[in-house]
């Protein structure tokens, strides 16, 4: 009896050429990573990073770490949610940050309570007539600044054939600008309570839990998964194929700019203020998230499970470099290292793939 089994057209299956699923690679990177900070720390400091070190029977976790972990990469994470889809589309965007600021600038001028221990507000924007809104009012505002800008950056790379690149750079800069035009620099603060309540506690996670669960759905059973998976993978092919490649472009753009939006809502609230500087870098610790999560830079491979693995890798990293007090400017000098990597693994990995076709 032959050892191989025969296919469509006497086409033989190598059981030698199937490949684990990427994320299964990621969530083995996760665990690596963990077990070498776990073994610094007995090593340097003499206790566990993420076990509870002192003798407790409630738990076995550290549960403090493991709240600041996925605390620190949840708001960043739901940006990296729209990267993940631009990414996989073939595409990059470099504006997310800065619409997380001027979003956050003009939302949170419209959660602003009217009286702080019964005099006016010092920080107000506006008149009465626009203080004490209910909560939907300053969401969908945000919603409508993100779409607008996700819009444009659409529009401009699919109809008018600028690179990615240059247009979302566009972007970035004037959405910076704007953020500090919009109230001349000045910081606004004291939202409404039920604003407020959006970002509190562990709340970011759980928006982030749920988005991501909601977009790993729409990338996989969705015929705007299909289609911008096959844009992404040969977008001749895919226009060939009768798919609307400039306006499904636009709508991915669209997607991810009010995923900035929002998660431009979430950090102000967390905050209880909004400042011209926030979301500085973000658009690139999303980037990174998403390509240390498997996601080709090329397009067309990728998902959402990765990302949140690879948002969970950038968090035990960050509080693993925190825990072992070591100064901050070394988890930028990191940040680089794993990006260019997680690119240089990605590219070795699609050359194997060819090679082995």
């Not at 499904?248 to 905050?271: C, D, E, Q």
Request: aromatic share 10%; with cysteine.
């Amino acid at each position: 009896m032959a050892d191989t089994t025969h296919g469509t057209g006497g086409l033989t299956f190598d059981k030698s050429k199937r490949a684990w699923p990427n994320e299964i690679n990621v969530f083995g990177a996760l665990v690596l990573i963990v077990l070498i900070f776990e073994g610094l720390g007995f090593a340097l400091m003499g206790q566990s990073f993420l076990f509870d070190s002192n003798g407790r029977f409630d738990s076995i976790f550290n549960e403090q770490r493991l709240r600041i972990i996925i605390l620190q990469v949840a708001i960043i994470g739901i940006i990296a949610i729209g990267s993940t889809q631009v990414i996989i589309l073939g595409g990059i965007d470099l504006s997310p940050g800065s619409i997380v600021g001027v979003t956050a600038m003009v939302a949170m001028s419209f959660a602003q309570v009217a009286e702080v221990n019964g005099y006016p507000n010092p920080k107000a924007l506006f008149g009465p007539a626009f203080m004490d809104l209910p909560v939907i009012v300053p969401i969908v505002v945000a919603i409508l600044c993100g779409l607008a800008a996700g819009l444009v950056n659409g529009l401009l790379i699919a109809y008018t054939r600028i690179p990615p690149f240059i247009a979302t750079l566009g972007m970035m800069v004037a959405a910076r600008g704007a953020a500090k035009w919009w109230s001349k620099g000045q910081p606004i603060s004291f939202p409404t309570d039920s604003y407020a309540a959006i970002g509190a506690g562990m709340k970011p996670v759980i928006w982030f839990v749920l988005l991501a669960i909601l977009f790993h759905f729409i990338l996989k059973f969705t015929i705007y998964g299909k289609h911008t998976y096959a844009i992404g993978s040969n977008e001749d092919a895919a226009r060939m194929s009768g798919i609307s490649v400039d306006r499904h472009k636009v709508l991915v753009y669209t997607i991810a700019g009010i995923l900035a939006a929002f998660a431009a809502v979430v950090l102000s609230s967390k905050n209880l203020t909004a400042q011209a500087g926030m979301g500085v870098m973000y658009e690139l610790d999303a980037i990174a998230m998403t390509v240390i999560g498997g996601v080709s830079l090329s397009g067309g491979r990728g998902s959402i499970v990765g990302t949140v693995l690879g948002a969970l890798i950038f968090g035990v990293i960050i509080s693993g470099f925190t825990f072992l007090r070591l100064d901050a400017y070394y988890q930028e000098m990191v940040k680089g290292v794993i990006i260019v990597g997680a690119v240089v693994l990605d590219q070795w990995r699609q050359r194997r793939s060819a090679a082995r076709m």
